[in-house]
């Protein structure tokens, strides 16, 4: 007989998903992308970016706002650790042969602390607000006993929309506004440009993954959790 997962393990699975996605687009966002286009211009951590709230948003409605909270705190802090861990990996001498390797390594991780700080405030910030108006609605719709599918649709694809544009907002500012503090600065028209393309193609990428993914897995987990509580 196959062994079903309980709310439990549904919990840590989705935790571990949700920190290394975390952790990897915080190395992905080194890389700028075009796509060919003038007018489209953002980092490569978006590819994967829309992971994080997609999986905040199920925790939030299968627990509760807390533990989302939680679990964005962690992954904030590992993020913040590895990010560290790889700048100062950065100045430790390596063997000559692997000189070549040493400087691409660098160039991933050499953006210095400022890089960092950015990464980590904006995907706290972003994080925050998405799990606070997901869970404020969601309350307020719970509390009228108007709450259902549709209405999880536009308030997982609303607050995903505000959180990534702050996180999107927060991170190209800190990062990259040209204030004379690294040698890594954009001009003011890139960063807008990057916010908002960014900020559309995760809204885009969101809204068509809630019907398939957040929703169905959402009901999948609270039925698992439910028989659990009624079984206890």
């Known amino acids: 007989m196959k062994r079903r997962l309980n709310s439990r393990e549904w919990l840590v699975g989705l935790s571990a998903v949700y920190v290394v996605v975390a952790v990897v687009m915080n190395i992905f966002c080194m890389k700028a992308l075009s796509f060919?286009?003038?007018?489209?211009?953002?980092?490569?951590?978006?590819?994967?970016?829309?992971?994080?709230?997609?999986?905040?948003?199920?925790?939030?409605?299968?627990?509760?706002?807390?533990?989302?909270?939680?679990?964005?705190?962690?992954?904030?802090?590992?993020?913040?650790?590895?990010?560290?861990?790889?700048?100062?990996?950065?100045?430790?001498?390596?063997?000559?042969?692997?000189?070549e390797q040493a400087k691409a390594f660098a160039m991933v991780f050499s953006n210095g602390p400022r890089t960092i700080v950015a990464s980590v405030t904006a995907f706290w910030v972003g994080n925050f607000i998405n799990t606070h108006i997901i869970?404020?609605?969601?309350?307020?719709?719970?509390?009228?006993?108007?709450?259902?599918?549709?209405?999880?649709?536009?308030?997982?694809?609303?607050?995903?929309?505000?959180?990534q544009l702050v996180d999107n907002a927060l991170f190209m500012f800190l990062a990259f506004a040209p204030i004379g503090l690294s040698p890594y600065e954009m001009n003011t028209y890139d960063i807008v440009t990057a916010v908002l393309s960014g900020t559309v193609i995760e809204l885009i990428v969101e809204t068509c993954l809630v019907p398939f993914i957040t929703i169905p897995l959402t009901a999948k987990i609270k039925k698992v959790k439910a028989h659990e509580e009624g079984a206890a």
């Open 36 to 99: 060919g286009s003038p007018i489209i211009i953002c980092d490569a951590g978006l590819l994967i970016s829309w992971g994080v709230f997609l999986i905040s948003n199920i925790i939030v409605e299968v627990w509760d706002k807390r533990t989302a909270m939680v679990l964005v705190s962690f992954a904030a802090i590992v993020s913040f650790v590895v990010m560290l861990l790889g700048l100062l990996i950065v100045h430790i001498p390596t063997l000559p042969e692997y000189e």
């Open 135 to 163: 869970y404020t609605i969601r309350m307020r719709l719970e509390s009228r006993k108007k709450d259902n599918r549709l209405f999880f649709f536009a308030r997982a694809s609303f607050s995903t929309l505000i959180g």
